[in-house]
């Protein structure tokens, strides 16, 4: 199993008014979680105090991740697992078997990196790259990130996106937000030079 943010589809981005799209690379980073995997999965009734505890003591003397470790146990199967994660991480958990990448998505990221990150680019949405991983970690999704940026700024990904009328953007969330403060500004002027009044 396998997953994806789901928070970067929370982000409400104002329509750009011009024909063309902007592509920005940016990091939503990690939801922070509510609770602990084991007290997530004992509250979802996925696995039982008694499991949770012996995990935990094998987990000090093993210094495993308590999710590998309960399903190494067989306490938990890997679907369970890969769920409890998307819940307590706030994602989405996407099933590979339904889906299948999309090319433009393929074309932002390079295989080497694909490869290395255990990394499957699924679909270029807008201004958002959905990339499938199986391990979520903060690291993992900062050199993602690192990686989109400079492949938005490659001539292959560049020529790729005339198509779609994509301009492009590899820079920090508060570029984007200047830009769109801009374009907010700039649109507000040719409102009130027209006449046009806000009902």
Same mark, same amino acid.
């Given at each position: 199993?396998?997953?994806?943010?789901?928070? &970067? *589809? $929370?982000?409400?981005?104002?329509?750009?008014?011009?024909?063309?799209?902007?592509?920005?690379?940016?990091?939503?980073?990690?939801?922070? #979680?509510?609770?602990?995997?084991?007290?997530?999965?004992?509250?979802? /009734?996925?696995? +039982?105090?008694?499991?949770?505890?012996?995990?935990?003591?094998?987990?000090? %003397?093993? =210094? *495993?991740?308590?999710?590998?470790?309960?399903?190494?146990?067989?306490?938990?199967?890997?679907?369970?697992? %890969?769920?409890?994660?998307?819940?307590?991480?706030?994602?989405?958990?996407?099933?590979?078997?339904?889906?299948? #990448?999309?090319?433009?998505?393929? %074309?932002?990221?390079? /295989?080497?990196?694909?490869? +290395?990150?255990?990394?499957?680019?699924?679909?270029? $949405?807008?201004?958002?790259?959905?990339? &499938?991983?199986?391990?979520?970690?903060?690291?993992?999704? /900062?050199?993602?990130? !690192?990686?989109? %940026? *400079?492949?938005?700024?490659?001539?292959?990904?560049?020529?790729?996106?005339?198509?779609? =009328?994509?301009?492009?953007?590899?820079?920090?969330?508060?570029?984007?937000?200047?830009?769109?403060? =801009? /374009?907010?500004?700039?649109?507000? !002027?040719?409102?009130? $030079?027209?006449?046009?009044?806000?009902?």
């Amino acid at each position: 199993m396998a997953f994806r943010r789901s928070a &970067v *589809k $929370d982000e409400v981005l104002e329509p750009v008014p011009e024909a063309r799209r902007q592509l920005h690379a940016r990091s939503t980073g990690l939801a922070q #979680p509510g609770e602990k995997l084991g007290e997530l999965l004992v509250r979802k /009734e996925r696995l +039982t105090h008694t499991q949770l505890n012996e995990a935990l003591l094998q987990q000090s %003397a093993s =210094g *495993k991740r308590i999710g590998a470790l309960l399903v190494e146990l067989g306490a938990l199967n890997e679907y369970d697992l %890969a769920w409890a994660l998307a819940e307590q991480f706030s994602l989405e958990l996407v099933d590979l078997g339904r889906e299948t #990448p999309e090319p433009e998505a393929v %074309a932002v990221l390079s /295989e080497s990196i694909a490869r +290395t990150e255990s990394a499957i680019p699924l679909r270029l $949405d807008g201004d958002t790259l959905t990339v &499938v991983v199986s391990d979520v970690t903060p690291e993992i999704i /900062e050199r993602l990130n !690192k990686t989109a %940026a *400079k492949a938005v700024q490659s001539d292959a990904f560049k020529k790729l996106s005339v198509n779609e =009328g994509l301009v492009m953007l590899a820079e920090p969330p508060e570029a984007l937000d200047r830009y769109f403060s =801009g /374009e907010e500004a700039r649109w507000r !002027k040719v409102i009130e $030079d027209a006449g046009i009044k806000p009902e």
